[in-house]
């Protein structure tokens, strides 16, 4: 057009930057702006707004505030769409302050705020974590008519019920979602996608189902999405043939899986280390017609590296290859983090360096197979290294203390114009941390101030874990103050670090106190927190002060098995054997799972201390209330019996535990081989003497865990007889028998 003197309109100019900026040329998108021809074709309000949405949607608000100040310094007036533009950006951004200024702005013209600003902003504090101060404005916009505050609409509401879902408030998001039902506005597929979705994430999965179903009653007809969420959540949990059931829903409800459906499946699997049903997966969805992406491949690569099978990421990098399908910088980026995390870090360099020439043939110097990558002429996207690369690389380097290396690709990345996140200098902090050179983490720390980055809570965390392995207690401290001062919040990372260095330098009761400051200030105390407390409380025998801290966790945390556990096992460590008994008998009553507790120290304990009648009251009630355990823990009990002259319970107990070995070795083994066994027993009963069948067994090399340990225990207490056969004895039913004859011999 120019070049025939063909002046373009306004209008067309604004169409050409308009197209520029969707696809995310935003530099040309600002140099035809700049060079419009400024005689007859003036910029005019809609060039501005749709350069400063460009910048905005591109996540670059600031530099669409810098257009509204030349938009303004030309004499043009910013309409409410504009300003509104500018304040979604800026809460999309989490710059709620630069948003705040925005809304100022637009008040100073007489604008006053709609609805859409507010959404914004309601999207923008929730977004960021701050969902009540974001209800707090819902609340006025309901309340303060008089203002002349707007009224919250349809999308208003979404966007709180889904701030409560995001930070896990169920219980206000439940009667949010029924006050939406009683005005009338919990009846679009949005909402009760927002509900899914939040349900969903929060563990919900059943209501989810039902919300489901109530859709469909309702004539609400779930879209592809609705059955995305659950099916994701579904496969999160592990519950793949639920999903696969919601798959074959859908299909008869007329809905047809799509690639998120599939990706979501493939995941799955992948998470489950079954790479033969994603394989399988894939296929299926190619035959419905569905092509996976780039996206669903690397979800797979994602998966196959996390889990070393590097052979058969390989594979598959392959067959994206193949197929065609374009290796983008996510692809990239996957190897370099799964070469890293696999040991491979100089690959992972030669990589990047490659990738700065070749793009995403550089690898094809992977490994044999990807040879032919090197001549590919895919002009796939463009794969240059950017900040996660480096990040993925400076993160290897740093774990593995090759930390100087680690500094040369730093000021490579700088070279390159990448500029390095406060992400990347906290991987510094930490590695110099991890090794020990904690003065190194701190001149890191100065470093980064100069850049411009303050430190977070993560640089402290870092910092503190640091000082702490090096026993610098009064220094963590001083970090402590240096982060109030500096108003850096702490959280339960912090606080778990000033607990354990307060229990360390043997001021417990300190550090019992700091669990209510973390109730004040709002941050939740851990597992973690307390355990650090029992422990150093039982250590020093204060088991009072130890019983509180286990009543506050039970208060805070709600029933854990793990809490129950804790405190049982360190009560038994430092000899409270009777109150370790009580509380196991409390974790027994509740139905944990007590796997993890250490009864059976407890029963050799109880009976070392001639508490037989604890021990032996205690296994009942295991057994009572059909608990699997280990058998082993049957022998103090049945030797302390047997000192004790009491023969014929002695007796009892040992038929009963090798009753139980023998049941648990079959269904642990789940084999046939048991009846056989339990046959050649009785026949041994009745001529003792060993058959060839007997030998069999004998040699038969496949002596479970719990065969040895009883071994083990075996031959602590009746040593002299049972070692003559130790080793070979592989056999858990001759392992009894031979304890039994051990016992007998013994009376
Ligand atoms: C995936 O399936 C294809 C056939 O559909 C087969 O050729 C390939 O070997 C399979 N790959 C894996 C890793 O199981
Ligand atoms: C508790 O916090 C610590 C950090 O101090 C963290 O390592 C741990 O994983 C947390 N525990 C749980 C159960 O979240
Ligand atoms: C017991 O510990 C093992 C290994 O740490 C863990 O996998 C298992 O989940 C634990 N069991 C319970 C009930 O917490």
């Given at each position: 057009?120019?070049?025939?003197?063909?002046?373009?309109?306004?209008?067309t100019?604004?169409?050409?930057?308009?197209?520029l900026?969707?696809?995310?040329?935003?530099d040309?998108?600002?140099?035809?702006?700049?060079?419009?021809?400024?005689?007859?074709?003036?910029?005019?309000?809609?060039?501005?707004?749709?350069?400063?949405?460009?910048?905005?949607?591109?996540?670059?608000?600031?530099?669409?505030?810098?257009?509204?100040?030349?938009m303004?310094?030309?004499?043009?007036e910013?309409?409410?769409?504009?300003f509104?533009?500018?304040?979604?950006?800026f809460?999309?951004?989490?710059k709620?302050?630069?948003?705040e200024?925005?809304?100022?702005?637009?008040?100073?013209?007489?604008?006053?705020?709609n609805?859409?600003?507010?959404?914004?902003?309601?999207?923008?504090?929730?977004?960021?974590?701050?969902?009540?101060?974001?209800?707090?404005?819902?609340?006025?916009?309901?309340?303060?008519?008089?203002?002349?505050?707007?009224k919250?609409?349809?999308?208003?509401?979404?966007?709180?019920?889904?701030g409560?879902?995001?930070?896990?408030?169920m219980e206000?998001?439940?009667?949010?979602?029924?006050?939406?039902?009683?005005?009338?506005?919990?009846?679009?597929?949005e909402?009760y996608?927002?509900?899914?979705?939040?349900?969903?994430?929060?563990?919900?999965?059943?209501?989810?189902?039902?919300?489901?179903?109530?859709?469909?009653?309702?004539?609400?007809?779930?879209?592809?999405?609705?059955?995305?969420?659950?099916?994701?959540?579904?496969?999160?949990?592990?519950m793949?043939?639920k999903?696969?059931?919601?798959?074959?829903?859908?299909?008869?409800?007329g809905?047809?899986?799509?690639?998120?459906?599939?990706?979501?499946?493939?995941?799955?699997?992948?998470?489950e280390?079954?790479?033969?049903?994603?394989?399988?997966?894939?296929?299926?969805?190619?035959?419905?017609?569905?092509?996976?992406n780039?996206?669903?491949?690397n979800v797979?690569l994602?998966?196959?590296?996390?889990?070393?099978?590097i052979?058969?990421?390989?594979?598959?990098?392959?067959?994206?290859?193949?197929?065609?399908y374009?290796?983008?910088?996510?692809?990239?980026?996957?190897?370099?983090?799964?070469?890293c995390?696999?040991?491979?870090?100089?690959k992972?360099?030669?990589?990047?360096?490659?990738?700065?020439?070749?793009?995403?043939?550089?690898?094809?110097e992977?490994?044999?197979?990807f040879?032919g990558?090197i001549?590919?002429?895919?002009?796939?996207?463009?794969?240059?290294?950017?900040?996660?690369?480096?990040?993925?690389?400076?993160?290897?380097?740093?774990?593995?203390?090759?930390?100087?290396?680690?500094?040369?690709?730093?000021?490579?990345?700088?070279?390159?114009?990448?500029t390095?996140d406060?992400?990347?200098?906290?991987?510094?902090?930490?590695?110099?941390?991890?090794?020990?050179?904690v003065?190194?983490?701190f001149?890191?720390?100065k470093?980064?101030?100069k850049?411009?980055?303050?430190?977070?809570?993560?640089?402290?965390?870092?910092?503190?874990?640091?000082?702490?392995?090096?026993?610098?207690?009064?220094?963590?401290?001083?970090?402590?103050k240096?982060m109030?001062?500096?108003?850096?919040?702490?959280?339960?990372?912090?606080?778990?670090?000033?607990?354990?260095?307060?229990?360390?330098?043997?001021?417990v009761?300190?550090?019992?106190?700091?669990?209510?400051?973390?109730?004040?200030?709002?941050?939740?105390?851990?597992?973690?927190s307390?355990?650090?407390?029992?422990?150093?409380?039982?250590?020093?025998?204060?088991?009072?002060?130890?019983?509180?801290v286990?009543?506050a966790?039970?208060?805070?945390?709600?029933?854990?098995?793990?809490?129950?556990r804790?405190?049982?096992?360190?009560?038994?460590?430092?000899?409270?054997?009777?109150?370790?008994?009580?509380?196991?008998?409390?974790?027994?009553?509740k139905?944990?799972?007590?796997?993890?507790?250490?009864?059976?120290?407890?029963?050799?304990?109880?009976?070392?201390?001639?508490?037989?009648?604890?021990a032996q009251?205690?296994?009942?009630?295991?057994?009572?209330?059909?608990?699997?355990?280990?058998?082993?823990?049957?022998?103090?009990?049945?030797?302390?019996l047997?000192?004790?002259?009491?023969?014929?319970e002695?007796?009892?107990?040992?038929?009963?535990m090798?009753?139980?070995?023998?049941?648990?070795?079959?269904?642990?083994?789940?084999?046939?081989?048991?009846?056989?066994?339990?046959?050649e027993?009785?026949?041994?009963?009745q001529?003792?003497?060993?058959?060839?069948?007997?030998?069999?067994?004998l040699?038969?090399d496949?002596?479970?865990?719990?065969?040895?340990?009883?071994?083990?225990?075996?031959?602590?207490?009746w040593?002299?007889?049972?070692?003559?056969?130790?080793?070979?004895?592989?056999?858990?039913?001759?392992?009894?028998?031979?304890?039994?004859?051990?016992?007998?011999?013994?009376?």
């Amino acid at each position: 057009m120019l070049r025939s003197s063909i002046t373009p309109q306004v209008y067309t100019i604004n169409l050409f930057i308009s197209a520029l900026c969707d696809s995310g040329r935003l530099d040309y998108a600002s140099k035809v702006f700049d060079e419009m021809p400024k005689k007859e074709c003036v910029p005019n309000v809609y060039s501005f707004g749709i350069l400063i949405r460009g910048y905005c949607r591109n996540g670059l608000s600031l530099m669409g505030l810098e257009v509204l100040d030349r938009m303004e310094s030309v004499g043009l007036e910013p309409n409410m769409v504009i300003f509104n533009t500018l304040v979604s950006g800026f809460c999309r951004e989490g710059k709620v302050e630069e948003a705040e200024r925005v809304v100022e702005r637009m008040r100073a013209r007489g604008l006053n705020p709609n609805v859409v600003t507010f959404n914004a902003r309601i999207s923008g504090l929730c977004k960021a974590g701050k969902v009540l101060e974001g209800y707090r404005i819902f609340k006025d916009m309901v309340e303060d008519e008089e203002v002349g505050l707007p009224k919250p609409n349809q999308i208003t509401y979404n966007l709180m019920l889904d701030g409560f879902c995001r930070v896990g408030m169920m219980e206000e998001a439940k009667s949010f979602v029924e006050l939406m039902r009683k005005i009338g506005c919990f009846e679009k597929l949005e909402s009760y996608n927002t509900w899914l979705a939040g349900l969903v994430k929060n563990g919900g999965l059943f209501d989810a189902s039902e919300l489901l179903n109530e859709m469909v009653g309702k004539g609400i007809e779930p879209s592809v999405y609705s059955y995305n969420i659950v099916i994701d959540g579904l496969c999160k949990q592990k519950m793949i043939p639920k999903a696969r059931s919601v798959i074959s829903l859908m299909r008869n409800r007329g809905v047809f899986p799509d690639i998120v459906t599939y990706t979501t499946l493939i995941h799955g699997y992948c998470n489950e280390d079954n790479v033969f049903m994603a394989n399988k997966t894939l296929d299926e969805m190619v035959n419905n017609g569905c092509f996976p992406n780039t996206f669903t491949c690397n979800v797979l690569l994602q998966s196959l590296w996390k889990e070393g099978r590097i052979v058969e990421a390989e594979k598959l990098l392959e067959k994206m290859r193949e197929k065609g399908y374009g290796l983008d910088i996510v692809s990239c980026n996957i190897v370099i983090d799964g070469l890293c995390k696999n040991g491979k870090i100089d690959k992972a360099t030669e990589i990047v360096s490659g990738m700065w020439h070749h793009g995403s043939a550089a690898l094809g110097e992977l490994g044999n197979s990807f040879l032919g990558l090197i001549d590919s002429k895919d002009s796939g996207p463009k794969c240059e290294p950017d900040l996660i690369t480096y990040s993925a690389l400076i993160n290897g380097l740093c774990q593995v203390g090759r930390l100087d290396e680690a500094k040369k690709l730093l000021i490579e990345m700088m070279v390159k114009n990448i500029t390095p996140d406060i992400v990347i200098y906290n991987t510094f902090v930490g590695g110099y941390c991890k090794h020990g050179k904690v003065s190194s983490a701190f001149r890191v720390v100065k470093e980064m101030e100069k850049k411009g980055f303050k430190p977070n809570t993560k640089t402290y965390n870092l910092l503190m874990w640091g000082l702490g392995k090096k026993r610098k207690f009064s220094e963590i401290q001083d970090l402590m103050k240096e982060m109030k001062e500096k108003g850096v919040p702490p959280d339960v990372v912090t606080c778990n670090n000033l607990i354990y260095c307060l229990c360390e330098a043997k001021m417990v009761k300190k550090a019992a106190a700091l669990l209510d400051e973390m109730m004040r200030s709002n941050i939740l105390p851990n597992v973690t927190s307390y355990r650090l407390l029992i422990k150093t409380f039982c250590k020093a025998s204060d088991f009072d002060a130890a019983e509180t801290v286990l009543q506050a966790a039970l208060t805070t945390l709600g029933e854990k098995e793990i809490i129950y556990r804790l405190m049982c096992n360190e009560l038994c460590t430092y000899g409270k054997v009777l109150e370790a008994k009580e509380m196991l008998k409390v974790a027994l009553d509740k139905g944990f799972s007590i796997e993890n507790f250490t009864y059976k120290y407890l029963i050799e304990e109880l009976c070392k201390g001639g508490k037989v009648d604890d021990a032996q009251n205690l296994l009942n009630c295991m057994l009572n209330k059909g608990y699997q355990f280990d058998p082993a823990i049957f022998l103090p009990i049945i030797d302390a019996l047997v000192n004790m002259g009491e023969k014929r319970e002695a007796n009892k107990l040992s038929e009963h535990m090798m009753n139980m070995a023998a049941h648990q070795d079959k269904s642990i083994e789940g084999s046939h081989l048991y009846p056989n066994m339990m046959k050649e027993r009785s026949k041994l009963n009745q001529d003792s003497s060993l058959g060839n069948d007997w030998r069999s067994i004998l040699h038969r090399d496949d002596g479970s865990g719990i065969a040895l340990k009883v071994l083990k225990r075996v031959q602590k207490g009746w040593g002299q007889v049972i070692y003559k056969c130790e080793a070979r004895i592989s056999c858990p039913m001759l392992v009894f028998d031979a304890c039994k004859m051990a016992w007998y011999l013994k009376c």
